[in-house]
């Protein structure tokens, strides 16, 4: 956990960089975490934090989720196969 999350509650895209920040990892980030709380290895608040970082950095107000954010660069592209249907999935999850 240590290594692929900030103290932040960011996911890491490696476990040594932050960097760039995707909407397909928060996704993925949020998906494992529901089940690692069913096994009662992380906490429901730490998957909470993880989502609330994805929707304060990456939702766009036009209703989708924004591709990716890198130190210098913001894509906001729509990309529904690799973005929003996993994000949309993990908000099943959390629901």
């Given at each position: 956990?240590?290594?692929?999350?900030?103290?932040?509650y960011?996911?890491?895209y490696?476990?040594?960089?932050?960097?760039?920040?995707?909407?397909?990892?928060?996704?993925?980030?949020?998906?494992?975490?529901?089940?690692?709380?069913?096994?009662?290895?992380?906490?429901?608040?730490?998957?909470?934090?993880?989502?609330?970082?994805?929707?304060?950095?990456?939702?766009n107000?036009?209703?989708?989720y924004?591709?990716?954010?890198?130190?210098?660069?913001?894509?906001?592209?729509?990309?529904?196969?690799?973005?929003?249907?996993?994000?949309?999935?993990?908000?099943?999850?959390?629901?």
């Amino acid at each position: 956990m240590k290594n692929f999350f900030t103290e932040d509650y960011l996911p890491k895209y490696f476990h040594d960089k932050l960097y760039p920040l995707d909407g397909q990892n928060f996704a993925q980030a949020v998906q494992t975490l529901f089940y690692l709380n069913k096994l009662n290895y992380v906490e429901k608040d730490f998957l909470h934090k993880v989502f609330e970082n994805a929707d304060k950095m990456l939702w766009n107000n036009k209703g989708y989720y924004n591709y990716m954010k890198s130190k210098y660069f913001f894509y906001k592209m729509p990309m529904d196969r690799w973005v929003n249907a996993p994000m949309y999935l993990a908000l099943s999850y959390i629901a």
